[in-house]
């Protein structure tokens, strides 16, 4: 009996695990997709950064790490 609950244990973990990985996952692709459209913005269009940021959506406590971001980038 034991054994088959920490079986089941361990399934339910890897499960999270895994959940949570796909989270981090999806919030890492539109961290790297609002980047990719900061610089189009910022690099084709002229638009300075600040404005561009704001085009996007970027909360105002994230926008020095995607100002950092788009540094890295260019």
């Known amino acids: 009996m034991n054994y088959m609950t920490f079986?089941?244990?361990m399934m339910e973990e890897r499960k999270e695990g895994r959940?949570?990985?796909r989270r981090e996952g999806r919030k890492e692709g539109q961290r790297d997709e609002?980047?990719?459209i900061l610089r189009r913005l910022?690099?084709?269009s002229q638009i300075p950064v600040e404005q561009a940021l704001e085009m996007?959506?970027?909360p105002q406590a994230e926008q020095p790490s995607?100002?950092?971001m788009l540094r890295?980038?260019?």
């Open 42 to 44: 910022v690099m084709q």
């Open 19 to 21: 959940r949570e990985g």
């Open 7 to 9: 079986a089941m244990k």
């Open 66 to 68: 995607y100002k950092k």
């Open 56 to 58: 996007i959506g970027i």
């Open 34 to 36: 609002r980047v990719a």
């Open 72 to 74: 890295a980038t260019l």
